[in-house]
Nanobody, 121 residues
Framework: QVQLVESGGGLVQPGGSLRLSCVVSGSFFTIYRMAWYRQAPGKQRELVASIVSAGITNYADSVKGRFTISRDNAKNTVYLQMNSLKPEDTAVYYC???????????????WGQGTQVTASS
């Protein structure tokens, strides 16, 4: 059983910072991609940032220069450092992991339960 557990969300004033963490636990061979998505009320879930096992990152235009995604492969953990937060960043943030349970096996996709981020004065 693979589980993703997010933490680090909360309430912050505009211009502030938060750091999200997502830990992947369970039995698997490798995690080839990890990503953060967010969903604001009344809006579709959108990709915020992703990182693959080689360390290549990708960001939504709306967060470039403010957010940084990183991963610790030894800890099966992905982070999202969010700086200069804006009210429009308010959303539930979800972690997503693409992994192989065995070498050269089928790819599986897992989601975390989400963590609320609110940027408001």
């Amino acid at each position: 059983q693979v589980q993703l557990v997010e933490s680090g969300g909360g309430l912050v004033q505009p211009g502030g910072s938060l750091r999200l963490s997502c830990v992947v636990s369970g039995s698997f061979f490798t995690i080839y991609r990890m990503a953060w998505y967010r969903q604001a009320p009344g809006k579709q879930r959108e990709l915020v940032a992703s990182i693959v096992s080689a360390g290549i990152t990708n960001y939504a235009d709306s967060v470039k220069g403010r957010f940084t995604i990183s991963r610790d492969n030894a800890k099966n953990t992905v982070y999202l450092q969010m700086n200069s937060l804006k009210p429009e960043d308010t959303a539930v943030y979800y972690c997503r992991a693409g992994l192989l349970k065995v070498r050269a096996g089928e790819a599986y996709d897992y989601w975390g339960q989400g963590t609320q981020v609110t940027a408001s004065s």
